[in-house]
């Protein structure tokens, strides 16, 4: 019997390269009904005896997690995976919240160990992300997990948390023929570090099939997952390019004898940083597993990547880099703008009134050289921001990704625009960035880490190398903000 391709992530994964995506179990219990765990576990049996047998969830997906460890617990040989993700609300990441975490999804699963925690982080300015990766990486040392994960982190803090020696195995993100950011920044990390990519969206929610080819564009869209795709679509050149997208894909399907969605699943899986695609499975439905597995039976040759390629030439891409989609304009999620969610995440500082400066305001960090040496993480005076010299510290003293100045920089404005933040500042009204460097040949990492932030918006800028810095670190940042009457 023909089976899905099979790929060795590491000594503790073997997985299909097809993962069985289980968030529809979300949308089916939506109203209030519930699948019956036994149930749903005979119907991802029938997935796993076509070989589909590695299947990805998340604490939200509904009872996903609990339907998947009625699978489990039949003792089927071989055993099936069960990839969960976690995704706190940012806060404090303490030894015990994290573990708190972890066993809430062991005990839902029924099992000791889960195969693959995938981490998930809504906003990079609160720094409890990296500690919370630290104290998964812990838990795994414990045997609580095989393999870490982590889901929508772009480029840059994907690099924090490699430098600063997080063991992350994985990173889920959108990855389709109309999302191509992943080939770009990603997939160079992935072939430096050798992450591995667990790409979803392939089908933009059902937009590339034959189903969409030729015909007018929907008028209205009610179907979520379309909702989000199409804003995809809009931006990356509108109906008409995606068309043109659609009939390539159909040329090459029809050369080949497959689908289109075959066509579009089969580039993503044949990207070197990927190692597999999620397909959304419909617990009760059809198992979609005969036409899945034609995903085997057929390579892209060059003639069918040169079409394609003119094709992507034509249109735009999608802007910044992957998960940006939910961490900053333009917001291409189903519901569009998130500014009133992301306003409701926790600071990380507090802004008090500034002494001996009416008016004025102050954010204080809780380091120990703010008292000794007498100064503010950052002050606010009338409609100017000033925050001080920052560096990539955690906690009291330890420095984050101590050789890589690149992800320094990054943990560093990560700091600076918490600290804006709390004085009712954007990266949009930074005005002046004053940059220290130690080694010259840190120039480029630096700069390119500075200009993922600032590139759109340039404030002025003046980056020196100096003797050396306080402490052993590769770089240091101070800020200045103007904060104009809106």
């Given at each position: 019997?023909?089976?899905?391709?099979?790929?060795?992530?590491?000594?503790?994964?073997?997985?299909?390269?097809?993962?069985?995506?289980?968030?529809?179990?979300?949308?089916?219990?939506?109203?209030?009904?519930?699948?019956?765990?036994?149930?749903?576990?005979?119907?991802?049996?029938?997935?796993?005896?076509?070989?589909?047998?590695?299947?990805?969830?998340?604490d939200?997906?509904?009872?996903?997690?609990?339907?998947?460890?009625?699978?489990l617990?039949?003792?089927?040989?071989?055993?099936?995976?069960?990839f969960?993700?976690?995704?706190?609300?940012p806060?404090?990441?303490?030894?015990?919240?994290?573990?708190?975490?972890?066993?809430?999804?062991?005990?839902?699963?029924?099992?000791?160990?889960?195969?693959?925690?995938?981490?998930?982080?809504w906003?990079?300015?609160?720094?409890?992300w990296?500690?919370?990766?630290?104290?998964?990486?812990?838990?795994?040392?414990?045997?609580?997990?095989?393999?870490?994960?982590?889901t929508?982190?772009?480029?840059?803090h994907?690099?924090?948390a490699?430098?600063?020696?997080?063991?992350?195995?994985?990173?889920?993100?959108?990855?389709s023929?109309?999302?191509?950011?992943a080939?770009?920044?990603?997939?160079?990390?992935?072939?430096?570090?050798?992450?591995?990519?667990?790409?979803?969206?392939?089908?933009?929610?059902?937009?590339?099939?034959?189903?969409?080819?030729?015909?007018p564009?929907?008028?209205?869209?009610t179907?979520?997952?379309?909702?989000?795709?199409k804003?995809?679509?809009?931006?990356?050149?509108?109906?008409?390019s995606?068309?043109?997208?659609?009939?390539?894909?159909?040329?090459?399907?029809?050369?080949?004898?497959?689908?289109?969605?075959?066509?579009?699943?089969?580039?993503?899986?044949?990207?070197?940083?990927?190692?597999?695609?999620?397909?959304?499975?419909?617990?009760?439905?059809?198992?979609?597993?005969?036409?899945?597995?034609?995903?085997?039976?057929?390579?892209?040759?060059?003639?069918?990547?040169?079409?394609?390629?003119?094709?992507?030439?034509?249109?735009?891409?999608?802007?910044?880099?992957?998960g940006?989609?939910?961490?900053?304009?333009?917001?291409?999620?189903?519901?569009?703008?998130?500014?009133?969610?992301?306003?409701?995440?926790?600071?990380?500082?507090?802004?008090?009134?500034?002494?001996?400066?009416?008016?004025?305001?102050?954010?204080?960090?809780?380091?120990?050289?703010?008292?000794?040496?007498?100064y503010?993480?950052?002050q606010?005076?009338?409609?100017?921001?000033?925050?001080?010299?920052?560096?990539?510290?955690?906690?009291?003293?330890?420095?984050?990704?101590?050789t890589?100045?690149?992800?320094?920089?990054?943990?560093?404005?990560?700091?600076?625009?918490?600290?804006?933040?709390?004085?009712?500042?954007?990266?949009?009204?930074?005005?002046?960035?004053?940059?220290?460097?130690?080694d010259?040949?840190?120039?480029?990492?630096v700069?390119?880490?500075?200009?993922?932030?600032?590139?759109?918006?340039?404030?002025?800028?003046?980056?020196?190398?100096?003797?050396?810095?306080?402490?052993?670190?590769?770089?240091?940042?101070?800020?200045?903000?103007?904060c104009?009457?809106?």
């Amino acid at each position: 019997m023909t089976t899905p391709d099979r790929l060795r992530l590491s000594d503790n994964l073997e997985i299909s390269r097809v993962l069985t995506g289980l968030w529809q179990v979300a949308d089916i219990e939506k109203d209030g009904a519930v699948i019956d765990p036994e149930t749903g576990a005979d119907w991802l049996k029938a997935y796993a005896d076509r070989g589909f047998d590695t299947f990805d969830m998340a604490d939200h997906y509904g009872s996903a997690e609990i339907i998947a460890g009625r699978l489990l617990a039949k003792g089927a040989s071989p055993r099936p995976l069960a990839f969960t993700k976690w995704c706190p609300t940012p806060g404090p990441m303490t030894a015990q919240v994290v573990r708190a975490g972890v066993e809430e999804r062991l005990a839902r699963l029924g099992v000791e160990r889960v195969d693959l925690l995938q981490f998930h982080w809504w906003s990079f300015e609160h720094p409890a992300w990296l500690e919370a990766l630290h104290e998964l990486a812990r838990l795994r040392d414990e045997g609580l997990i095989a393999e870490i994960g982590v889901t929508n982190f772009d480029a840059a803090h994907l690099r924090v948390a490699l430098s600063d020696g997080v063991p992350i195995l994985t990173n889920q993100v959108s990855f389709s023929m109309v999302d191509r950011r992943a080939a770009r920044d990603l997939a160079a990390l992935s072939a430096e570090k050798g992450v591995r990519l667990l790409a979803y969206g392939t089908l933009c929610g059902g937009f590339l099939s034959q189903r969409w080819l030729g015909q007018p564009e929907p008028a209205e869209i009610t179907d979520w997952s379309k909702m989000k795709y199409k804003r995809f679509i809009d931006i990356t050149g509108g109906w008409d390019s995606f068309q043109r997208l659609l009939s390539a894909a159909d040329a090459i399907a029809r050369k080949h004898d497959v689908s289109i969605p075959n066509v579009a699943t089969r580039w993503v899986l044949e990207h070197p940083a990927v190692a597999g695609v999620i397909v959304g499975a419909r617990l009760g439905e059809r198992v979609h597993a005969d036409d899945n597995l034609r995903l085997f039976s057929f390579q892209l040759d060059d003639e069918d990547q040169a079409l394609l390629a003119d094709v992507f030439a034509a249109s735009a891409d999608v802007p910044g880099d992957c998960g940006d989609e939910y961490r900053r304009p333009p917001f291409l999620t189903a519901s569009g703008d998130l500014s009133h969610h992301l306003d409701t995440m926790p600071h990380l500082h507090e802004a008090m009134p500034a002494p001996h400066r009416d008016g004025g305001a102050q954010v204080l960090s809780g380091s120990k050289w703010e008292d000794i040496a007498g100064y503010a993480r950052a002050q606010r005076v009338g409609e100017r921001i000033f925050v001080s010299g920052t560096t990539a510290t955690a906690g009291e003293d330890r420095i984050v990704g101590e050789t890589d100045a690149g992800a320094q920089t990054t943990y560093v404005i990560d700091k600076i625009l918490a600290a804006l933040s709390a004085l009712g500042a954007k990266a949009e009204d930074v005005v002046r960035t004053r940059i220290y460097i130690v080694d010259e040949a840190d120039v480029e990492a630096v700069s390119c880490a500075h200009g993922a932030v600032f590139g759109a918006i340039k404030p002025a800028n003046t980056l020196v190398v100096v003797a050396g810095l306080i402490g052993g670190y590769r770089v240091e940042i101070e800020a200045e903000a103007v904060c104009l009457p809106k």
